[in-house]
Structures are given as C-alpha cells and as structure tokens.
C-alpha cells in the first residue's frame, strides 16, 4: 500500500534537500519574471544532484532550462570540473537563467544554448558521448530526446525525465491528448529497450530515471 503523501513529502524535503539562499533566490526570480511556476521540486532536484554524482558525471545535458533552478542542482552534483549543456527556446528565459547560473557561481560551468532542441541536438553528436541527461521540455518530443539519448550516452550513464505521470494523466483511459500519449509512449519504451535498465522516481510528478547499458 503507497505511503508516500503530502507530509511525508513535506518531511523529507525539510531533511534531505533544504533550499539554500540561492536556489531560494533563484525559484523566486522565476516567480517573479512571470514565468510558469513549473520547475522540479527540491527533493527532485536533490535526487538529479544525487543522480549525476552517483555516475561520476562530467559532461551534463539539460533539455529545458527553464530559469536555471534545476540546473543549479545537476552541476553542484558534477565532477569539479563537470559542466552543463542546457538547450531553452525561449531567449527570455535563457537570459534568466544565466543570471542565475552567475547568482550561484556557476556562470564559467554553463553553457546555455537557445533554439529548438530538436535542431540542437544534431549539432551536440560531436561532444558525446555526455554522462548525463535530463529531460524537461514539450512532452511531445520525449520520444525523439529518448531516441537521441539511447546513441549519445554513454554506457553506464544516467538518463532523468520529468513529468513521467503527467498528474495521473498516463493511467486514466480517456487522457489521449498529444502530450500525454507522448509520456506514455516513452514510459513504455524506456520500460522495454534493453539499452536502459530503467525505474520510476514517485516524488513530484514522478521522474523516469534510467542507466545506459552496453546493448545496442
């Protein structure tokens, strides 16, 4: 029987991913920018920390910066001398979010690149194989960024992809709208492609998380 709730959540945010000044500072620049309030959550950008240190990250990749705030957790997880690649079409939100990499010292570990994702990409091929990913854009091009993914991570690296629930959307029968049958299709693939030992993060709206194996 699930126990996981509102005050358990509440609980283990307060224990194991306080918010600092800065990520404090930076949630609320979002906020007040008028930006959509759509970030991950500190425990779910304590577990990306935890994520990219676990598998020794050095060369990171963000699609959807948003403001900067859950970057700001995946770098403080690198290697000292990691970096991250973040990809955000919008140029206002880019320019927010490189205010904030410098508000956390994180400016010269950066590099945030504004355009279509799906016209990044391409151009990103000659810098993998990265070490990790993660995913936060339109939910409609999951499928490609999984399809992307699965050739330029390395083995052993860590792959994260927000919204895997879609708010319960992806278990409700008469949810067929684009977005959501996108999650669906690479919650099932992920599921399926032996290239990913995969698994499901239930904090937030649920993360995908999955490691590269050696299969091709």
Known sequence: MPTYNDVLEAHFRALFSPEDEVLIRIRAGI????MPTITVKPEE???LQFLAAAC???LALEIGTLGGYS???IVRGLQPEGRLIT???EAERAELAREHFALAGLAERVEVLVGDAHLLLPRLTARAPL???FIDAEKEGYPAYLAWAAENLRPGGVLAAHNACRHGKVVEAG???AATEAIRAFNQRLAQDPRWIASL???GDGMAVAVRTNSR
């Open 201 to 203: 993060y239930p904090g």
């Open 87 to 89: 990809l955000e079409r």
């Open 175 to 177: 949810q067929q709208d």
């Open 71 to 73: 970057g700001t957790w």
């Open 56 to 58: 020794g990250a050095r």
């Open 45 to 47: 950008g304590r577990f």
């Open 31 to 34: 906020e007040a920018r008028g």
């Open 131 to 133: 070490d990790f990913i």
